[in-house]
C-alpha cells in the first residue's frame, strides 16, 4: 500500500512539474514488479484453482458423454435385438395362423366331403326305397287291374260285362 501511495505522489509530482511525457524509471520498476507481484499471487489464488474447476469440469462432462454414448450404443442394441426377437415371434404366429387355416379348411374338405357322401348315399337310398315302394305298388295295382277294369267295363257299359246280356 506504501508502494501504491509513493507511486501516485511520483505521478502527482511530475504532473505538477509540468513533465507529462518524462518517464520515472523507478516508479516504472515499481509498476512492474507491483504487476507481476499480482500476477503470480492471481495465478497461485485464482487462475490455477479456477482452470483446476473448468479442467475437472470437462473431464467430468467428458465421462458423461461418453457413458451416455455407451448406454445409447446398449439401448440401441436392446432395441434392435428387440425388434429382431418381436420379428421372429411375428413370422412364428404367422405360420402357426396358416397352419392352423390349413387345417381348417383340410378339416372343412373333410367333413364337406363326409356330408357330401352323406347325402349321396341317402339321396341313393331314397331313390332305391321309391322305386322299391314303385315296384310294390305296381305288384299290387297289377293284381288289381282285373277288378279295376270290370269295374270300370260296370260304370261304361252300365252293365257287368261278365255276365251273358
Do not use: N
Not at 516508479?27 to 500476477?39: G, K, N
Not at 440401441?76 to 418381436?86: I, K, S, T, V
Amino acid at each position: 500500500m506504501r508502494r501504491a501511495v509513493l507511486a501516485s505522489s511520483f505521478a502527482v509530482a511530475s504532473v505538477a512539474s509540468g513533465d507529462l511525457m518524462s518517464i520515472d524509471v523507478p516508479t516504472l520498476v515499481v509498476e512492474i514488479v507491483l504487476f507481476l507481484v499480482l500476477v503470480a499471487v492471481l495465478r497461485a489464488l485464482v487462475f490455477k484453482p479456477l482452470l483446476q474447476v473448468l479442467e475437472a469440469r470437462d473431464r467430468a462432462i467428458d465421462g458423461a458423454r461418453s457413458e451416455a454414448e455407451v448406454r445409447v450404443r446398449e439401448a440401441d442394441a436392446r432395441a434392435d435385438e428387440y425388434e429382431a426377437r418381436l420379428k421372429e415371434v411375428r413370422a412364428k404366429a404367422a405360420a402357426e395362423r396358416d397352419g392352423l387355416r390349413a387345417e381348417g379348411r383340410a378339416e372343412e374338405t373333410r367333413i364337406l366331403e363326409g356330408a357330401k357322401a352323406q347325402t349321396i348315399r341317402a339321396v341313393e337310398e331314397g331313390k332305391a326305397g321309391v322305386r322299391r315302394q314303385a315296384a310294390v305298388l305296381r305288384s299290387e295295382l297289377d293284381a288289381q287291374i282285373p277288378a279295376l277294369a270290370g269295374s270300370i267295363a260296370t260304370r261304361a257299359l252300365g252293365r257287368d260285362p261278365s255276365r251273358p246280356s
